[in-house]
Nanobody, 123 residues
Framework: EVQLVESGGGLVQPGGSLRLSCAASGFTFSGYAMMWVRQALGKALEWVSGISSVSSIIYYQDSVKGRFTISRDNANNTLYLQMNSLKPEDTAVYYC????????????????WGQGTQVTVSS
């Protein structure tokens, strides 16, 4: 079965950096687009970034563009999110999500979720 395990979150000061990881298993990781989504307290799930199966298509939400970098290591079934210049408004639980196709980086499967990893940006 599909398993997604997020890690790397923590408490950082504004302007700081974190690198999130998502270990994936139970499916052919290299054949699917992957995404990062986040959920702030009391708010809806928010799409953050997506990357196609071979990294040819990459998109970011405007609010994180220039600060976050999504990448993947298909050999190790791992998705990453490098987060720089963090802001308090980035505070949320971050989840990775499996795409429905190899190319669509905006639409993810709703059936598979990991535990998420908490990112807190505060002074």
């Amino acid at each position: 079965e599909v398993q997604l395990v997020e890690s790397g979150g923590g408490l950082v000061q504004p302007g700081g950096s974190l690198r999130l990881s998502c270990a994936a298993s139970g499916f052919t990781f290299s054949g699917y687009a992957m995404m990062w989504v986040r959920q702030a307290l009391g708010k809806a799930l928010e799409w953050v970034s997506g990357i196609s199966s071979v990294s040819s298509i990459i998109y970011y939400q405007d609010s994180v563009k220039g600060r976050f970098t999504i990448s993947r290591d298909n050999a190790n079934n791992t998705l990453y999110l490098q987060m720089n210049s963090l802001k308090p408004e980035d505070t949320a639980v971050y989840y990775c999500a499996k795409g429905r196709t190899n190319w669509n980086v905006r639409t993810y499967e709703n059936d598979y979720w990991g535990q998420g990893t908490q990112v807190t940006v505060s002074s």
